[in-house]
């Protein structure tokens, strides 16, 4: 588990536009199980969460399409993430696939949990949290 100077796991978090508000709401519904964490965002995902939790300390990147799916993926790859949540919106074309199939392939290279829905980082942060 990656963990920072106090001990605590880092996580990323990244949404699609069209899910950005189902991640608002569950940052909200664990927003005390999230302040356990320390929390990297692409910019626009982490100005949303923040702005509902502020109590959580979001070091927020670039905007996705603007590279910062691929910063999170440095930090996958330079091992400082020890999960990633991205809500991805399984309904719209998306053109920038490619950075989120890049994310999923670190996220497996690198053997981090990857959650990509409510119910799985549900479980991931829970699960984080125990140890």
Same mark, same amino acid.
């Given at each position: 588990m990656v963990a920072n100077k106090t001990g605590d796991a880092?996580?990323?978090?990244?949404?699609?536009?069209?899910?950005?508000?189902?991640?608002?709401d569950w940052a909200v519904a664990h927003e005390r199980l999230l302040a356990r964490y320390r +929390?990297?965002?692409?910019?626009?995902?982490?100005?949303?969460?923040? =702005?509902?939790?502020?109590?959580?300390?979001i070091k927020r990147?670039?905007?996705?399409?603007?590279g910062g799916d691929q910063q999170i993926g440095a930090l996958i790859a330079e091992k400082k993430v020890a999960a990633l949540i991205?809500?991805?919106d399984p309904m719209t074309a998306l053109?920038?696939?490619?950075?989120?199939?890049? +994310?999923?392939r670190l996220s497996i290279l690198y053997d981090i949990p990857f =959650?990509?829905?409510e119910a799985t980082a549900s479980l991931l942060i829970t699960g984080m949290a125990k140890k």
């Open positions: 880092t996580l990323a978090l990244v949404a699609h536009d069209q899910m950005k508000s189902r991640m608002r +929390l990297f965002a692409t910019g626009t995902t982490g100005g949303i969460i923040g =702005a509902a939790c502020p109590s959580l300390k990147l670039k905007s996705g399409p603007l991205f809500f991805i053109p920038h696939d490619v950075d989120v199939k890049a +994310l999923i =959650a990509c829905n």
